[in-house]
């Protein structure tokens, strides 16, 4: 049964980073898509960006270009966030998603398995 | 990008009854990259539907999908209390990959 286990929540000042682990366990890692999705209090859904750990190369929304770092470690089967120049809208549960599926052509597929998410707050 | 308009914004129900719910791409979506998610208040996101009419593993059959290119509707067929929560649409076909702004379902 794959797991995902995210870190704890953070408590960050206005225009510091935060990086969130995403550490994956039972099951094959390097070829599923793991993605981030981002939920701010009371509101929808919002894809941040993902990886391939097999491919190495993320993929960000456009809003996060610049801000966002994407990277996962194959050796320790754990994918990290960091997310740069925090500001108050960035508060928000933070979670972590894989690929229900993996075609080995770099497709990203819908996620099947999700972290418990981590609560970033963004305060001065 | 792809935007995903879905409707209603909020369905008002009772157990027992129908729901249908709608997600409308902006562009043409391929249907082996659609999927529909529940989330209770305080959990993950739950995986429901992919390839607009695949139910995922363990997902009774009262939900069923379907849909192609710019009009994909989400069915609950008979309404049980565990239901009532929030859905959202995603499409993956294209990047980046974009939800839908969510179907509050509540009970009526």
């Known amino acids: 049964q794959v797991q995902l286990v995210q870190s704890g929540a953070e408590v960050k000042k206005p225009g510091s980073s935060v990086k969130v682990s995403c550490k994956s366990s039972?099951?094959?890692?390097?070829?599923?898509?793991i993605t981030w999705v981002r939920q701010a209090p009371g509101q929808g859904l919002e894809w941040m960006g993902g990886i391939i750990p097999i491919f190495g190369t993320p993929n960000y929304a456009q809003k996060f270009q610049g801000r966002l770092t994407i990277t996962a470690d194959e050796s320790t089967s754990t994918a990290y966030m960091e997310l740069s120049s925090l500001r108050s809208e960035d508060t928000a549960v933070y979670y972590c998603a894989r690929g229900r599926y993996s075609d080995n052509s770099g497709n990203y597929f819908e996620s099947e398995y999700w972290g418990q998410g981590t609560l970033v707050t963004v305060s001065s | 990008e792809i935007v995903l308009t879905q409707s209603p914004g909020t369905l008002s129900l009772s157990p027992g009854e129908r729901a249908t719910l709608s997600c409308r791409p902006s562009?043409?979506?391929?249907?082996?990259?659609l999927a529909w998610y529940q989330q209770k208040t305080g959990q993950a996101p739950r995986l429901l539907i992919y390839?607009?009419?695949i139910r995922a593993t363990g997902i009774p059959d009262r939900f069923s999908g379907w849909g192609s290119g710019t009009d994909f509707t989400l069915t609950i067929s008979r309404l049980e209390p565990e239901d009532f929560a929030v859905y959202y649409c995603q499409q993956y076909g294209r990047s980046p990959v974009t939800f839908g702004q969510g179907t509050k379902l509540e009970i009526k």
């Open positions: 390839a607009a009419s």
């Open positions: 039972g099951a094959t890692f390097s070829t599923y898509d």
């Open positions: 562009q043409s979506v391929a249907s082996h990259f």
